[in-house]
């Protein structure tokens, strides 16, 4: 027994001391900002399916809702595709599902309808294909632009009542949602079940972690620029707080 115990005392040694900052292996952020905790218990079976699709630079900000999104929705519901120009050859699929009769793309376009006017769903099989573009509204422009596929689709807008929860993320216009406030509220409206509650959560949870940490909730650029206050060194601070967390 005596042999051992160099053996035993080498398992009484420590581990590994902890990392200075832990990072969560699901979400990639540090644990400390980690939304996964407020993710569905369950990923949500919606009856549509959410297509995102995402301008390259959009998957470098800092904050990012596609990806709570995609986690709080079940396998195969929403399918995000990256890139500038759509669809391309790397898009598996993607060009079959803009052809689709029960594609719909949420972009306000002059020719777009009102959400509320579109037929609801009932069940899986008259579900919808919501194509959405994250990216800000010069990418999402852009995408729109040099995409002549999406202007065939039937276009629809959400006449947005509340402001964004978002608020950390500085928008360009009040009404202007994040695409996963966005993707909630056309599946609460499309398949009238109230997703907020859940789909939400994780959004709630990082503002709220960030506003009791020093970050300053945004009035619109708009509203700034209108009312002559914005704070020009303001963007910059914020930027360097939000970068410690990414
Ligand atoms: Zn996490």
Redesign the pocket.
């Given at each position: 027994m005596e042999e051992l115990s160099p053996w035993m005392d080498l398992a009484e040694l420590p581990a590994d001391p902890p990392e200075m900052r832990q990072v969560?292996?699901?979400?990639?952020?540090p644990?400390v900002v980690?939304?996964?905790?407020s993710l569905p218990e369950v990923p949500l079976k919606i009856k549509s399916r959410v297509i995102i699709l995402q301008h390259p630079a959009e998957e470098k900000r800092c904050l990012r809702t596609a990806p709570m999104l995609q986690r709080g929705l079940a396998e195969g519901k929403c399918l995000v595709f990256r890139g500038k120009k759509f669809p391309q050859n790397k898009h598996e699929g993607l060009a079959d599902i803009l052809r689709m009769s029960n594609t719909i793309l949420l972009y306000p376009s002059k020719d777009a309808v009102d959400l509320e006017t579109v037929p609801k769903v009932d069940s899986e099989e008259n579900g919808y294909n919501i194509v959405i573009i994250d990216g800000t509204w010069p990418q999402a422009k852009g995408i729109y632009n040099n995409a002549p596929i999406l202007h065939g689709i039937k276009q629809v807008k959400l006449l947005v009542k509340n402001k964004s929860e978002y608020v950390i993320r500085s928008q360009p216009t009040d009404g202007c949602l994040s695409t996963l406030e966005t993707a909630t509220e056309a599946l609460s409206v499309l398949e009238s079940v109230d997703y907020r509650s859940t789909l939400l959560q994780p959004l709630r949870a990082l503002c709220c972690y960030q506003l009791n940490h020093g970050a300053v909730i945004h009035d619109s650029t708009d509203f700034r620029i209108k009312t002559n206050t914005y704070p020009r060194r303001l963007g910059k601070r914020l930027n360097k707080f939000l970068k410690e967390f990414n």
């Open positions: 969560c292996a699901e979400c990639g952020r644990s980690c939304w996964c905790s």
